[in-house]
């Protein structure tokens, strides 16, 4: 029992290391992203002071992209900040329009030193316009300067959009059922 107890301080230690490793990376600064479109956001790390923000952008999310990002109702946009739950350590990446109005989330938690959870969901009025895209690239471009070797995530097999963004970013079905499918990305190493 005490070595399983030692292993986990240790796998624990390491993932503080990589966390605070990553939140001093270089992808983390904030980048101006165009749109085709003439809209311009920036993509950034939600801080975990931004509450009000998370609120009203949860407000702007349709029952069924709610549904697809958290699989129930919420009524706090809390749950959308960075956080350590149960000694796991997390990080989100907004993109944000000029005024600061929070038009997409990633969030991203470690599962352990060379993996990590993420799970996005894009405002339900601002879809297929390349935000989504944007961020995912970004997140994945994160990971290998953060140390990353594999990002998972899971999408419900009824949205459509989501998936189709999964394959076109190049993460693949690992898993699922008739109602979540796993998808799972590996950073490709340096020659």
């Known amino acids: 029992m005490r070595r399983i107890a030692d ?32 809209e311009s956001y920036t993509i950034r790390k939600l801080r975990s002071t931004e509450t009000e ?16 990002r958290f699989g129930g109702p919420r009524l706090s946009g809390a749950c959308l900040l960075p956080a ?4 796991r350590r997390s990080l989100a990446f ?27 969901v894009v405002r339900s009025d601002l879809k297929r316009r390349g935000i989504g895209s944007a961020l995912l690239r970004h997140v994945m471009r994160w990971t290998r300067a953060a140390g990353l070797r594999r990002l998972v995530g899971h999408v419900m097999s009824d949205n459509r959009i989501m998936l189709r963004l999964a394959l076109a970013a190049g993460f693949r079905p690992t898993a699922g059922d008739q109602a979540l499918i796993e998808f799972s990305w590996v950073a490709p190493t340096e020659a």
């Open 84 to 87: 350590r739950v149960a000694g």
């Open 94 to 120: 907004a993109a944000a329009n000029m005024s600061g109005e929070i038009l997409a989330i990633l969030n991203v938690e470690y599962l352990d030193p060379a993996t990590a959870e993420i799970a996005l």
């Open 53 to 68: 923000a998370c609120d009203a952008f949860l407000s702007r999310l349709c029952s069924h992209d709610v549904r697809w």
């Open 7 to 38: 292993r986990r301080t240790r796998c624990g230690e390491q993932l503080a290391d990589i966390v605070t490793m990553a939140e001093n990376s270089e992808p983390l600064n904030a980048v101006l992203v165009a749109l085709k479109i003439g």
